[in-house]
């Protein structure tokens, strides 16, 4: 399974973005794609996830009501969209994949250690 994600960039506060994630190499229909982000200085944190069958996601509350992750399943491919950027959501972002969690427990989704694979990661820079 490879990820290859992009997007990224430099961004106005109050700006918007959209970051993708195409997948490569997958079998299943059943798996769970996150992102993560990881500002400088910080820990790397989870962002949002998408179960890849059914649907159903989760956010982390600090980018709740401003970020919007879906998928296209004929492309294999995840999004990030995310609005009202702010300075705190410079960072680089993570794609991952779970090919073992169906995705309906938050709790699983937002544990990094949980995702076998990981995207290169691209930098979203907010600029105020």
């Known amino acids: 399974v490879q990820l290859q994600a992009s997007g990224g960039g430099l961004v106005q506060v109050g700006g918007s973005l959209r970051l993708s994630c195409a997948a490569s190499?997958?079998?299943?229909?059943?798996?769970?794609m996150g992102w993560f982000r990881q500002a400088p200085g910080m820990e790397r944190e989870f962002v949002a996830s998408i179960a890849w069958k059914g649907g159903v996601t989760f956010y982390a509350d600090s980018i709740k009501d401003r970020f919007t992750i879906s998928r296209d399943n004929t492309k294999n491919t995840v999004y990030l969209q995310m609005n009202s950027l702010k300075p705190d959501d410079t960072a680089v972002y993570y794609c991952a994949l779970d090919k073992y969690s169906e995705g309906l427990n938050r709790r699983w989704s937002e544990d990094e250690r949980g995702y076998n694979y990981w995207g290169q990661g691209t930098l979203v820079t907010v600029s105020s």
């Open positions: 190499g997958i079998t299943d229909s059943t798996y769970v």
